[in-house]
């Protein structure tokens, strides 16, 4: 049992560059969630899938996509990066009803030059 | 709006002694609360958790108290060790809604040896 895993763990984009961020729950959780961690902020929603085949923008969605793909993996795009997006990105889960506990993966080092 | 803050950004306790790390919430309507460790490099780990319904819940070597009057939250780690230095982050949900949980910034706890 791997709980929530992510990759990459670390990786270098030139602003305007593109790339995704895969993420994969093995706990048959219904949500999942993108987060960035930046200093002095705390964990900020980027976006959210509450059930298989729906996604839903967070506090700060601008200048990312999500895909749910199917119940286990939840992926983050960005299309063109920017600087500002320079940050740690961590994919989590939760379970069905009445379960409250989120779960994170290791995190996504990423850093926009 | 509504916030989850700390009072302390960073704490040094001797090994052995108790650790005290603060959090206040704003919403009023949070009626579920959770304390996440994490390590450096790592993705934040669930701790321990305590509905509204109450005012005290113990874990192993942890016992969090929340005092819905000040709307304050609490961690308290017994007997820290090298092992618990971590950033200490508290969270705030509302049971059965929205699923978004709104994390503070943080606290770094430095267990000195």
């Known amino acids: 049992n791997a709980g929530v895993t992510q990759t990459p763990k670390f990786q270098v984009l030139k602003t305007g560059q593109s790339m995704t961020l895969q993420c994969a729950q093995d706990?048959?959780?219904?949500?999942m969630y993108w987060y960035r961690q930046d200093p002095g902020m705390g964990l900020r929603l980027i976006y959210y899938?509450?059930?298989?085949?729906?996604?839903d923008k967070g506090e700060v969605p601008n200048g990312y996509n999500v895909s749910r793909l199917n119940k286990r993996e939840f992926s983050l795009r960005l299309e063109s990066a920017a600087p500002s997006q320079t940050s740690v990105y961590f994919c989590?889960?939760?379970?069905?009803?009445?379960?409250?506990?989120?779960?994170f993966g290791e995190g996504s080092w990423l850093t926009v030059v | 709006g509504e916030s989850v803050g700390l009072h302390l950004p960073t704490l040094s306790v001797q090994e052995g002694d108790n650790s005290i790390i603060n959090c206040a919430y704003s919403?009023?309507?949070?009626?579920?609360f959770i304390w996440y460790k994490q390590e450096s490099g790592k993705g934040p780990q669930f701790i321990i958790d305590?509905?509204?319904?109450?005012d005290k819940r113990q874990g192993q070597r942890v016992t969090v108290l929340l005092n819905k009057t000040v709307k304050h939250l609490s961690l308290q780690i017994a007997a820290t060790q090298p092992g618990d230095s971590a950033v200490y982050f508290c969270?705030?949900?509302?049971?059965?809604?929205?699923?978004?949980?709104?994390f503070g910034t943080g606290t770094k706890l430095q267990v000195i040896p």
């Open positions: 989590a889960s939760r379970g069905g009803q009445g379960a409250n506990t989120i779960y």
């Open positions: 706990m048959n959780h219904n949500s």
């Open positions: 899938s509450a059930s298989e085949g729906t996604t």
């Open positions: 919403n009023s309507a949070s009626d579920y």
């Open positions: 305590i509905r509204s319904n109450m």
């Open positions: 969270a705030e949900n509302i049971l059965g809604g929205y699923q978004k949980v709104t």
